[in-house]
């Protein structure tokens, strides 16, 4: 026995007839009348009540609430009556009631924020305390930029000027040496200022120098500068240098010990000095590059030589000064010092 369910498919008569609705035959000419016309009731399409013209009083707006339908806690207290509400005068602590629209006054209308962005001392205060604020912090820029460019950027300057007058030096050794006459006077063959003379290496330090002529500013801008007065490298008396306390130049002069080798060369000659002792003095203090150190007008017996440079970093109220006493020399065609490899 079949007992599937009996179904049969619908065609468009059906349809017609049983699932939309029949055209009334009293209005055979609106044939497209499927759905029936509507009026819609204005009541169910007013979700947004119409607000009326805001009222100066802020509190107006709880007298007009409806009241809350009743609970059904019996415990929970009643509502709040809109004469409980208390007045604008009397508003809770800490709540504010802004208007929403300008205020209206005889000179025009003023904004409702006025009286919360008007000039007062504290926020007078607060402008100055913020603006010495900004002004301290790009001053403190300005000094870390500054403090850069003289440990890293001059840094680079003078290494670069090193390299030139490295060059210039090792191109005048290369050449004869000028020929002198009988007649010639020993100021006669001097240097000129701001001449390359030679170089000084200072292994604890692991770096050299081009020495210049001259102890000038304009001289020793660049490089170390020997005193023209005194010795020459490997001549009896006082071989006296200064130079800045900068790190490209003799910021670590301070670090070198009795028996470090500071090393001179010249066109010929390696002249190997060991440091004796190091002495901080005032800047008039003169008598530490005399013939011998500290005693000015004695005659020398010993080959020496001294070394200044500002004291402490970055001031110049005093002078560090280094003396050292030449140990040995070597030609420089035997090569490099043992010294300077150590």
């Known amino acids: 026995m079949d007992h599937r369910p009996r179904h049969r498919a619908l065609d468009q008569d059906d349809i017609a ?61 009643a509502p709040p009556t809109p004469e409980d509400q208390p007045d604008a005068a009397e508003a809770p602590k800490g709540a504010i009631v802004v208007p929403l629209r300008p205020v209206r006054t ?57 390299d030139e007058l ?20 020993p100021a006669a063959v001097k240097p000129a200022n701001g001449a390359v003379i030679a170089s000084v290496h200072i292994p604890r330090m692991n770096k050299k120098w081009a020495v210049v002529q001259g102890v000038t500013p304009a001289d020793i801008r660049y490089a170390p500068g020997h005193y023209p007065d005194t010795a020459m490298p490997g001549q009896l008396g006082n071989f006296s240098m200064a130079g800045h306390r900068t790190p490209a130049i003799w910021w670590d002069l301070d670090q070198l010990k009795p028996d470090d080798p500071v090393i001179v060369k010249t066109a010929d000659t390696w002249y190997v000095y060991l440091v004796t002792s190091h002495e901080i003095v005032l ?26 440079t500002c004291n402490p970093k ?27 490899k150590g």
Request: glycine share 6%.
């Open 17 to 77: 007839t049983t699932m939309l609705p029949r055209i009334r035959a009293e209005d055979p000419g609106d044939a497209t009348a499927i759905i029936p016309k509507v009026a819609p009731d204005p009541g169910q399409t007013a979700y947004i009540p119409k607000f009326s013209e805001p009222s100066a009083d802020p509190t107006a707006v709880l007298r007009k609430l409806p009241p809350r339908p009743p609970s059904d806690r019996p415990d929970e207290p």
């Open 106 to 162: 005889e000179e025009g209308y003023r904004s409702v924020y006025s009286e919360y962005t008007r000039t007062t001392f504290g926020s007078v205060a607060r402008t100055i305390s913020r603006g010495t604020g900004e002004v301290l912090i790009t001053f403190g820029l300005i000094v870390l930029l500054f403090a850069g460019y003289e440990i890293w950027g001059k840094a680079a300057i003078v290494n670069e000027h090193q």
């Open 314 to 340: 970055f001031n110049n109220y005093q002078r560090l000064v280094v003396h050292a006493e030449l140990k040995r020399s070597q030609p420089v065609s035997d090569g490099d010092p043992a010294e300077l």
């Open 166 to 185: 490295n060059h210039q030096l090792e191109q005048q050794w290369a050449q004869p040496p000028p020929t002198v006459g009988p007649s010639a006077t």
């Open 283 to 308: 800047p008039n203090a003169v008598q530490v590059v005399a013939p011998v150190p500290g005693k000015p007008g004695e005659k020398p017996t010993k080959a020496m030589l001294t070394m200044t």
